[in-house]
């Protein structure tokens, strides 16, 4: 009786599965379907915005939402406008102007100085940033949005004044209506997502737009239309796709690659073009500032505002493969951890979270210290925009003994931890604690190249061609052997043209400048192929000085390739001063003055201070025959900024060449004793002579000599001088020590044979 029972049971059984492989078999189909042939989703992709992103990232998007990206500018509205704006006046105490801060119904209005000098009346549109300040932003003609230059302290919720404070009035560039606070072009590319700056430089307006007006999901992922469209399909219908179908790999990445998202905000740079937001090489975008004398101290610290990227890349954590993603959420931009804990995720604190190490109480004289804290010796900072503290992220070990050899900070002395000791006692603890052992660092190099120190020269080859130094250091030491143009010098170049760094390549490319047509060709030609944009633009820049005709046929066509690369950069950004320069350099290298005299004065226009430009219109003006105003243009540059030497140089050889020797003299005196450049020793002592001054004539040519032993027509002219006035032995006691020095000396070999004759 319960075999035929039993048989039933198992015939339902078979049927239920029967059943469910039925039911079953249209998605396995599918689904091997997909496998065998996926189907891309065709077309470019497009932006979409952070909200469609929101149903399937909620975690990600929450925590996005309220975060330095997302409120990184806005609508200024009742909820956005964060300052007071209840009838209330600010006084600038540096240019005494009254500014009032009011409503007019909807409207966010501010009164204060306008273009021309008078008090106007001006409405906020736009809210930038949230905390520690917030900024605004006014609209003005030709599509410019200018960004006021009081901002709202968060946290001492009142206006304040923000640097630079040494403006003169509003036809100063950097006056808040003026260029220097334009936000088109000054800020929008990094508060905003896919913008689109719109400049024209025929008319000098702008269109600018963007997608998103904040800092989206976009902004690092790409854009997102072809994974929403692979996403909106049910699972086992998405096709096998890399990346998900997104732009941009974000998972997984090494340091090197993962920076590349960060590096085109969050860097000094010069920008190519508007950021697409694709993945490619940064130098395909962008290219960072070196390590650069006004913006680093010579040992890579920070020393104006260079948005974290030039410091991480220096760090001994970046090199180890630590990327910002280790320290902060990506989404939030917070950190894991607060205080040593941070560090201790790598770090163990059994041996640096450790008082035997840091030698740093957290209680002392009964209140709380942060002597111990890993970020208070290794992340020392800087106060920007007047109230935003900012770490060093070059995250370094303390050096107060290069305080004293450089004059860089330390983090001792620092953040008022113990500002109120002498250096000495900071370094004598230092001593005590860490002993008496330093190692060489790269600062002493750099320090002595940015002096023009002869012997420096040495240093800076071996410091390029160190390849387990920083690439943004051998870069810096790179462009400092520009002004050692000499065969060792240009075997480095050499080394970095070939460099897998293109920040190396590109450098090495401009420190070629002063060297000869031949080389030129020889090392710079080939990089007109090269697989990075900012590379291959600035080799045929370099290029564009020699006749066309001097290239081989087959690299005409890449030349001029790489030229309009060039130009189409420059003429995206031709709102900057810099940028019209290179501009006119450009012209002028292919001979058309006339272009190169438009694109120099409407860079003197944009910023009167820009002195590049006022130099190089003096040379033009030179080589045209005007040299009445091409000493104008030179005596402005010196007057305004009497350091520079170089430009007192060139105005001290026009002058001698229009036969003003007194003037010449004080010029070229005065170059000579700023550059210690051996040249400018010579040509003082020259016209010292024509001015019948020959004790100073001697010592002017004595130091030249004294510079650069080796340089033959300095010895012509110092044997010269002691023959002419009748002193023959001191012109054989030089002969003589000169072949000491130099046993191949053939010009004093030559000397003391005609004086024997």
Not at 98 to 119: A, H, I, L, N, W
Not at 246 to 256: D, G, P
Not at 270 to 284: A, I, M
Not at 424 to 435: F, I, L, M, P, Q
Request: a negative charge; one cysteine or more.
């Amino acid at each position: 009786m319960n075999q035929p029972s039993t048989d039933i049971k198992r015939w339902e059984r078979i049927a239920l599965v029967a059943a469910v492989v039925i039911l079953l078999s249209p998605l396995l189909y599918l689904l091997k379907s997909q496998t065998v042939e996926p189907i891309p989703v065709a077309g470019p992709s497009d932006f979409v915005g952070s909200e469609k992103c929101k149903k399937c990232h909620e975690t990600a998007y929450n925590k996005w939402l309220g975060s330095h990206h997302d409120l990184a500018m806005d609508l200024a509205n009742e909820t956005t406008v964060l300052g007071d704006f209840n009838d209330v006046s600010y006084t600038d105490p540096h240019n005494k102007v009254t500014s009032r801060f009011y409503r007019d119904g909807d409207k966010f209005m501010v009164q204060t100085e306008g273009p021309d000098g008078q008090s106007g009346d001006f409405e906020i549109t736009h809210t930038f940033g949230f905390y520690p300040l917030q900024q605004y932003l006014v609209p003005f003609p030709d599509g410019r949005l200018q960004c006021l230059n009081i901002a709202w302290d968060i946290e001492k919720k009142q206006w304040y004044r923000l640097p630079p404070y040494e403006v003169e009035g509003p036809d100063d560039w950097l006056h808040w209506t003026r260029g220097g606070q334009t936000w088109n072009v000054m800020c929008a590319e990094c508060h905003s997502t896919r913008l689109t700056k719109g400049y024209d430089p025929d008319t000098d307006a702008y269109q600018t737009t963007w997608f998103e007006i904040d800092v989206g999901c976009e902004a690092c992922h790409g854009p997102g239309s072809k994974h929403l469209t692979w996403a909106d399909k049910p699972p086992f219908a998405r096709a096998e796709t890399e990346n998900y179908e997104l732009e941009v790999h974000t998972n997984s990445l090494e340091s090197s690659e993962q920076i590349k998202l960060c590096a085109p905000c969050h860097s000094r740079r010069f920008q190519l073009g508007d950021n697409q937001h694709v993945e490619g090489e940064l130098l395909d975008v962008m290219v960072p500032q070196l390590l650069s004398e006004g913006l680093y101290y010579p040992d890579g610290q920070i020393l104006d505002e260079v948005y974290v990227y030039g410091s991480f890349v220096q760090s001994k954590m970046y090199q180890h493969g630590v990327r910002c993603s280790d320290c902060h959420d990506v989404h939030s931009l917070k950190r894991h951890k607060e205080k040593n804990d941070l560090c201790t995720q790598c770090h163990r604190a059994e041996t640096y979270d450790n008082k035997s190490h840091h030698f740093h109480k957290e209680v002392h004289n009964g209140q709380p210290s942060e002597g111990h804290l890993c970020v208070k010796c290794h992340m020392p900072g800087r106060i920007y925009m007047g109230a935003d503290y900012r770490p060093d992220h070059s995250l370094r070990i303390p050096r107060p003994d290069l305080s004293v050899e450089l004059g860089t900070p330390n983090a001792c002395s620092a953040q008022g931890c113990h500002a109120d000791k002498p250096l000495s006692w900071n370094v004598d603890h230092y001593t005590k604690w860490y002993g008496e052992t330093r190692k060489p660092h790269y600062g002493e190099t750099l320090a002595a190249g940015r002096a023009h120190k002869p012997e420096a020269e040495t240093a800076l080859i071996r410091l390029a061609e160190d390849p387990l130094l920083p690439a943004i250091v051998r870069a810096t030491a790179v462009e400092l052997l520009r002004a050692y143009p000499s065969p060792a010098s240009q075997a480095t170049l050499a080394k970095a043209l070939e460099s897998d760094d293109a920040l190396l390549r590109y450098t090495a490319i401009r420190s070629l400048e002063y060297f000869d047509a031949e080389t030129r060709l020889k090392r710079i030609a080939p990089k007109l192929y090269d697989p990075v944009k900012a590379v291959r633009m600035e080799a045929a820049m370099m290029l564009s000085i020699l006749p066309k005709e001097r290239l081989r046929k087959d690299d005409r066509e890449a030349f001029q390739k790489g030229l309009d690369e060039y130009r189409e950069a420059m003429l995206y950004n031709a709102d900057l001063a810099a940028q019209r320069y290179n501009l006119g350099n450009l012209a002028a290298n292919l001979d058309d003055d006339a272009q190169a005299v438009v694109a120099y004065e409407k860079s003197i226009a944009i910023d009167e201070q820009f002195y590049p430009a006022k130099v190089n219109l003096a040379m033009l003006y030179n080589r045209q025959g005007k040299n009445p105003d091409a000493e104008k243009m030179l005596r402005e540059v010196v007057d305004q900024q009497p350091e520079l030497y170089e430009v007192a140089y060139s105005l001290g050889l026009l002058l001698a060449e229009m036969k003003k020797y007194k003037d010449a003299e004080i010029y070229l005196g005065k170059a000579a004793a700023g550059m210690f450049y051996g040249r400018a020793y010579y040509n003082h002592g020259q016209v010292l002579l024509v001015l019948n001054q020959p004790k100073r004539a001697e010592e002017a040519l004595l130091a030249a000599l004294s510079l650069e032993p080796q340089d033959q027509e300095f010895f012509f002219a110092m044997a010269d001088f002691y023959i002419k006035s009748g002193q023959p032995e001191k012109a054989q006691a030089l002969a003589s020590d000169m072949i000491r020095q130099f046993p191949e000396h053939s010009a004093a070999r030559e000397l003391l044979n005609y004086l024997e004759q």
